[in-house]
């Protein structure tokens, strides 16, 4: 228990990361984390669209950096062997909080296990584009979904960052 509250409050980001791919068993391990975030009514509106393709992952790449207006040959996923693009459907429930918190958990159960992760921006922007629709019926998903974040995961090259520093008013407590 003391464990996991740890892990919660060291969890980092990563910016790199070695080649390898993850094992299947590791990555059951995160979606099934980001499975079992709360959604609002249950209503699970989330869905997520594992990349591991490695031509796939540079086509997502030069739209994302394009999106950003990065200069080219930027890659916005940092090289990561696995991009996890998770979406929600649009008119169910809360897709933006549902899609969020199950992205969250991804990212802290990837540091629990030791792997490297971060949420990278853009999928909105990139599931509105004829490449993003392309994947979408591809995985045989039908309907209206919003693309939210993505969480990119490898093994990370150089550990993790030192503990990053808080704003000093983050909260208050009412009493
Ligand atoms: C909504 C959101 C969007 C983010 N988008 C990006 C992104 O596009 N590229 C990136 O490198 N990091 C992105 N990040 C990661 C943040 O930069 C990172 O979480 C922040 O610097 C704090 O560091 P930490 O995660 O190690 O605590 C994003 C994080 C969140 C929550």
């Known amino acids: 228990m003391r464990e996991t509250v740890l892990d919660l409050q060291n969890r980092r980001s990563v910016k790199e990361f070695k080649k390898e791919q993850i094992t299947d068993a590791e990555l059951m391990d995160v979606i099934k984390a980001g499975m079992n975030a709360p959604s609002g009514g249950n209503k699970q509106s989330p ?9 796939w992952i540079h086509k997502l790449s030069v739209l994302n950096a394009e999106i950003a207006g990065a200069p080219k040959g930027v890659d916005p996923f940092y090289g990561a062997p696995t991009v996890i693009l998770v979406l929600a459907e649009k008119n169910v429930g809360d897709p933006v909080e549902d899609a969020s918190l199950a992205i969250g958990n991804m990212l802290n159960a990837a540091y629990a296990m030791g792997l490297g992760s971060r949420w990278i ?13 392309e994947l979408l019926k591809e ?9 939210v974040g993505s ?6 090259a150089n550990g993790y960052p030192g503990p990053l520093e808080r704003k000093n008013n983050y909260f208050k407590i009412v009493r």
């Open 139 to 147: 995985c045989g998903y039908e309907g209206e979904y919003i693309g």
């Open 47 to 55: 869905i997520f669209i594992v990349v591991q393709n490695p031509e």
């Open 121 to 133: 921006n853009r999928i909105r922007q990139t599931f509105e584009t004829d490449l993003g629709k």
């Open 151 to 156: 969480c990119i995961l490898g093994y990370p």
